[in-house]
């Protein structure tokens, strides 16, 4: 008859299945931090979007009109520098002593011009048509007036104006003017394009 006794002697001691208890409190530490910063995060979440909805209620109505005048005087702090330099050879290239006090400060412009007379003889050709560059503005930046100011390989900055009516020009500086520079910089290049109708 068989022995009804659950003692088997000690032979083929049954192994423990499953997994270790640190493996498991392990994991259930884990799952518990995952849990805690899900809700941290979505309670987050929704604490900033009521906090941000309770502020627009009571913020007052803005004027899109300020925002835009206030990016547009950022805009125009931050280029009026390369502008007025660029002014100032624009109202150089007006006038014949101009032109020649122009030429002789800038020898790079013997690259296009060798002689200060060959300047001279294209300047005679557009001092007619040419208008003084007008004030930096906000309407000037938005206006059908083109301004561009580009910086170029090499710390070069371009500055095109395309005016209304008279002749685009384009002035190429040897480097680009840092806030509270005063020292001079040399002219490269210069030029001047007939209006286009």
């Not at 009571?58 to 520098?81: H, T, Y």
């Not at 059908?144 to 104006?161: A, L, M, T, Y």
């Not at 009516?165 to 840092?178: H, M, Y």
Request: aromatic share 8%; hydrophobic share 35%; net charge positive.
């Amino acid at each position: 008859m068989a022995d009804s006794s659950w003692d088997n002697g000690g032979y083929g001691k049954p192994t423990k299945v499953g997994m270790p208890t640190w493996a498991k409190v392990t994991i259930g530490g884990c799952g518990l931090l995952l849990l805690i910063s899900l809700g941290t995060c979505a309670g987050g979440y929704l604490f900033l979007g009521s906090l941000l909805k309770g502020i627009e209620s009571q913020a007052p109505k803005r004027d899109s009109g300020n925002l835009r005048r206030n990016v547009l005087g950022f805009a125009i702090d931050r280029i009026r520098p390369e502008w007025e330099d660029f002014r100032a050879v624009v109202e150089q290239l007006r006038t014949e002593q101009g032109c020649k006090a122009l030429y002789a400060a800038n020898p790079d412009l013997a690259a296009t011009w060798p002689r200060e007379a060959d300047f001279l003889a294209a300047a005679k050709a557009w001092q007619p048509g040419l208008p003084p560059a007008p004030e930096l503005t906000p309407e000037l930046l938005q206006g059908h007036e083109g301004i561009q100011i580009k910086s170029q390989f090499g710390g070069k900055v371009r500055v095109d104006w395309r005016p209304k009516a008279g002749p685009s020009v384009s002035v190429t500086f040897d480097r680009s003017r840092k806030p509270g520079d005063t020292a001079s910089r040399r002219v490269l290049e210069v030029e001047v394009q007939p209006a286009s109708n």
